[in-house]
């Protein structure tokens, strides 16, 4: 039976051939590249020369992970290599697979290799999916080169997979391909014949329309290609437009509260908002709403940002954002993303300073270089007894008996005499606290 399941070495496994004829396979698998020169997008890693193009036409296979999108050509790009390596291409998915499996493929290569010398290419989709122990448990055989192992995930490998596998592989991150990539894909399958047989008429606007739907992702185009030509066959033999909408439908914004995606579109939301650009701050707020992000996550990072990039260039700013982190817990989805985008356009338009965040970070590094702070006597609480003796306390000057409220004493322990972290912007508000510090110093004799 597992003879039937797992071809240990023959051509039909090398291409990836099921028992399903080949006219009822989706689209997408038909239109699979066959050769590298079919493969469009991903001309950053598979220009002239570079590494991994030379892996596949040399036929000289290295262990790598492919980290990109779906739909970007991962699996293509494994079935290549082991195309022109002539070597045979072992395929489970991390989602439903176990040690026990990756056990087998790795008996099978064992086998095949002392019994032919073929080597084998172990495609593992979903690596991501693999907890540290299964992963442990590929170290070995990719050490040893037991297998090339192709590695293929949609999330970052230096958050997902283990230091000890990705020193042993090289990384290789796909792109989304572009609308005109995904073009040529769904012209060449209205045109091929391994593509849609006797295709109907289809609109330039529909093509357009999929190419931009499919957001880089060849397989949901192709899927929404098929789906089209099935519906316009049913109707009046024409992809127009709406039947194109139709087919497509409402793609899913890909996004994982734990990966790239997360931590990118969170670091945009805060330079959009930090840049004073309301339109851009709405919309990375829309792809981390639409992708299901924590509200409470936006919510803390602006509070966050109303002090570290507005401070008091705006006070009300961090009241805006407080506020809203309130709403947020007290209201929830999805009506809180009305406060949400209330704060984003405040903080977007406030002005904006950073003068606290950076007198904060100098007072540290001082305190990190000079070692405990002592302060003066003077200063020192006398709030319990025996405190007057030692001196606490002792000619402090009160600033509430002087007529302008400020006194002339130094506060600073003499160490940091003269020390000065502050400097305040003139944007907004801030402006007026940098004359009211500069009226203060004069009356501290400064």
């Known amino acids: 039976m597992e003879e039937q399941l797992f071809d240990t070495g023959g051509a039909a496994r090398r291409r990836g051939q099921t028992r399903v004829p080949e006219e009822e396979r989706p689209l997408a698998v038909r239109m699979r590249p066959a050769k590298l020169d079919e493969l469009v997008g991903q001309q950053h890693l598979l220009g002239p020369d570079s590494p991994l193009r030379r892996a596949i036409e040399d036929g000289r296979p290295h262990s790598m992970i492919l980290y990109g999108p779906p739909g970007t050509g991962k699996t293509t790009i494994a079935r290549l290599l082991a195309e022109n390596a002539q070597a045979a ?62 590695g293929a995930t949609t999330e970052n490998p230096y958050f997902e997979v283990i230091s000890a596998l990705i020193s042993r592989c090289r990384i290789y991150e796909l792109r989304d391909l572009a609308d005109a990539d995904v073009l040529v894909l769904l012209r060449r399958a209205l045109g091929d014949p391994r593509g849609i047989p006797d295709p109907p008429d289809v609109e330039e606007a529909a093509l357009d329309f999929i190419a931009a739907r499919a957001a880089g992702d060849a397989r949901s185009a192709l899927s929404g290609l098929e789906l089209a030509v099935e519906t316009a066959r049913d109707r009046d033999g024409v992809v127009t437009l709406p039947v194109a909408e139709e087919a497509m439908q409402r ?196």
């Open 89 to 150: 291409f072992e395929e489970i998915s991390a989602v439903s697979a176990g040690r026990q499996e990756v056990r087998e493929v790795l008996e099978r290569a064992d086998h095949r290799l002392a019994a032919s010398g073929q080597p084998t290419i172990f495609f593992l989709d979903e690596i991501h999916r693999f907890n540290k122990a299964q992963q442990d448990a590929l170290l070995p055989a990719v050490e040893e080169g037991l297998v090339a192992l192709v």
């Open 251 to 446: 793609k899913a914004v890909l996004y994982d509260k734990g990966g790239d995606r997360h931590y990118d579109l969170i670091s945009a939301w805060i330079k959009a908002t930090r840049g004073s650009d309301p339109d851009a701050s709405l919309l990375y707020l829309a792809a981390m709403v639409e992708g299901g992000e924590d509200p409470r996550f936006i919510a803390r990072r602006m509070v966050v940002l109303a002090s570290e990039d507005i401070g008091n260039a705006d006070p009300r700013a961090l009241d805006v954002a407080v506020n809203t982190a309130h709403a947020v817990e007290h209201v929830g989805m999805p009506e809180c993303v009305h406060n949400l985008a209330q704060a984003s356009v405040y903080l977007a338009l406030a002005p904006k300073s950073n003068a606290s965040y950076r007198a904060l970070a100098e007072a540290r590094r001082w305190v990190r270089e000079h070692g405990p702070v002592n302060p003066p006597d003077a200063l020192r609480s006398a709030a319990y007894p025996g405190a007057k003796a030692l001196g606490r306390g002792k000619d402090y000057d009160y600033p509430h008996s002087r007529p302008d409220g400020v006194s002339p004493q130094e506060l600073m322990p003499p160490e940091a005499e003269g020390e000065r972290f502050l400097e305040l912007s003139d944007h907004g508000h801030e402006a007026s606290l940098r004359e009211r510090l500069e009226e203060i110093n004069r009356g501290r004799g400064r």
